[in-house]
């Protein structure tokens, strides 16, 4: 199998020192784990509401990583709706002047919110990869942290781009029912317990087509992310598709246009 990861954070495995050697250390994991590709994002600093010089850092972390090991990596710009203006600007530096391929919203503002729709349209337009992390919480999510509900909305005032939710909300068994009207999203499977059933719940009720693998490595170990799909009772082609197949199709129109070998 062909494994792609959807979700790695390279300044998860090594907190300290060089985004090189963090790298490093994340692609020895990698190697052990037969991931051949892995899209990255994000920096050391975690602020629920990042400004702008926070989204800047984060995203020279990322340039650093992918200098380092181009042909194993795609990057994804962190960008933030509540700065609007700022956030379009790293777009332009990382994605359309730059070598990244994706954007990465965390938990800012709800992107239900139209805020948002500048950010989305220009990411839109690059054929970048959006990935917008969602939750359910049972003790209430933090104030701007979005749920499946949320990108559904946004999905509806943008029908025709493709966007992942992230977690899948992480509550997988609401979450997959939340986005499965909404044939344009795809879930993220990372990042949550390596429960039984939750690949095959998905299968079931959104197709194969629409689930991508993803670890959350390293606040999640990819023996036990890999696992809910090995381990899943689905075919071998379903599993294919989930490993690499759904993420390569969305991904190939940007790593074509930018002449990057998918
Ligand atoms: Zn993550």
New binding site residues.
């Given amino acids: 199998m062909t494994i792609w990861d959807l979700?790695c954070?390279p300044s998860t495995f090594l907190r300290e020192g060089s985004p090189e050697a963090a790298l490093q250390a994340t692609l020895r994991h990698a190697d052990r784990m037969g991931i051949a590709r892995m899209c990255i994002y994000?920096g050391i600093e975690r602020s629920e509401d990042p400004p702008p010089h926070e989204l800047h850092a984060a995203n020279d972390y990322i340039l650093r990583c992918l200098r380092l090991a181009p042909d194993r990596l795609f990057g994804f710009a962190y960008v933030n709706p509540n700065y609007v203006a700022e956030s379009l600007a790293e777009i332009e530096r990382c994605i359309a002047d730059g070598p990244m391929v994706g954007i990465k919203l965390w938990v800012a503002h709800r992107c239900s919110d139209t805020r948002i729709d500048p950010i989305i349209r220009r990411a839109g337009e690059l054929k970048a990869a959006i990935f917008q992390?969602t939750w359910l919480k049972t003790d209430g999510n933090w104030p701007g942290e979005p749920t499946p509900a949320d990108i559904v909305l946004l999905s509806r005032r943008h029908p025709n781009i493709p966007m992942i939710c992230g977690h899948t909300g992480g509550t997988w068994e609401l979450g997959i029912r939340a986005v499965r009207a909404q044939k344009i999203l795809s879930i993220d499977l990372?990042?949550s317990d390596p429960t039984n059933g939750f690949v095959e719940l998905a299968v079931r009720e959104l197709g194969a087509d629409r689930i991508i693998y993803g670890s959350?490595s390293g606040?999640r170990s990819m023996a036990s992310q890999l696992a809910k799909v090995y381990g899943a009772n689905v075919d071998e082609a379903t599993k294919e598709k989930i490993f690499s197949g759904n993420l390569r199709r969305m991904l190939l129109p940007i790593l074509e246009a930018k002449g990057i070998k998918a």
Avoid: I, M, N, V
Wanted: a negative charge; zero cysteines.
């Fill in positions: 979700h954070h994000l992390h990372a990042g959350d606040g």
